[in-house]
């Protein structure tokens, strides 16, 4: 196991991504995630909320940097909020994840695991992880090139006392069946060792591949991805958020989006 600090930022309203990222190369920092914010898609209820939902804070930016990297002073007057943790990851995951992540947000033709129905009714929201007419009604309504792309969604989770083991019977079940056959797939989890999410209370992360968010979608419409959602994960969780990210590359732009420059 290795160090990593996980940063979310919010960036000044005069600063770009690519500005952003320009400058952490100039001082020698090179991501091993960099990533621009989606939106939520499971907001947390007691842990970090102050931190995270309130003030107003529009989040720009998801940077995951060596333990050896941190962001000089001189970038960081172009930040207006921060929030980080420091996690305990697989050596072998942060050293491998360029060329595996490559491969995914690349996929080579016939890779990508078709999309599937719906098989449960919507819930009234996706707080549980279930579909809802309300993320339904905003995948309709993101461009195709946005909606057909890949995307990573940051997991950070906090456990009820004694139950570690029943959600780690829910990251198996994924792992195998009912996220992978939906293209899930775990990039990097890890336990959270320092920093504002340690302070709060939150245990670990995971951050996780899907095809498009039409398949996670597709994924949380499922009656076997519910029926193991249900039967390990929501009684394990004491909190949790999901948030989606779409990986850049140095200038700031989505990494292999089909048209150049398409909007949310």
């Not at 960099?34 to 947390?44: E, G, S, T």
């Not at 909320?49 to 050896?68: A, E, M």
């Not at 899907?210 to 076997?224: E, I, L, N, R, T």
Request: proline content about 5%.
């Amino acid at each position: 196991m290795v160090l990593c600090n996980l940063h979310l930022i919010s960036l000044k309203a005069d600063v770009s991504l690519g500005a952003f990222l320009s400058k952490l190369r100039q001082n020698g920092i090179k991501p091993v995630v960099q990533a621009r914010v989606v939106r939520w898609m499971i907001l947390p209820t007691e842990i970090s909320i102050g931190h995270l939902l309130g003030r107003n804070i529009s989040w720009n930016l998801l940077l995951f940097l060596k333990d050896t990297d941190s962001i000089p002073q001189g970038v960081r007057q172009d930040i207006q909020a921060i929030w980080s943790a420091a996690c305990g990851v697989s050596a072998k995951a942060l050293s491998s994840y360029a060329s595996a992540n490559a491969e995914l947000l690349r996929p080579s033709p016939g890779s990508v695991a078709p999309l599937k129905q719906h098989t449960v009714e919507p819930s009234r929201t996706s707080q549980d992880l279930e579909m809802s007419p309300e993320l339904s009604e905003w995948i309709a309504a993101t461009p195709a090139p946005m909606r057909e792309h890949p995307v990573s969604m940051l997991n950070l989770l906090a456990f009820h006392p004694g139950k570690i083991n029943q959600y780690k019977a829910y990251g198996t079940a994924f792992s195998t069946k009912v996220g992978s056959q939906h293209g899930g797939r775990v990039k990097i989890v890890g336990k959270v060792a320092g920093g504002q999410a340690q302070d709060d209370g939150w245990e670990e992360i995971a951050f996780v591949h899907y095809p498009s968010v039409q398949h996670f979608a597709a994924m949380a419409g499922s009656k076997d991805y519910q029926e193991v959602n249900h039967r390990y994960r929501l009684g394990a969780l004491k909190d949790t958020f999901i948030l989606c990210v779409m990986e850049v590359d140095d200038d700031g732009d989505v990494v292999n989006l089909s048209r150049a420059r398409e909007k949310l």
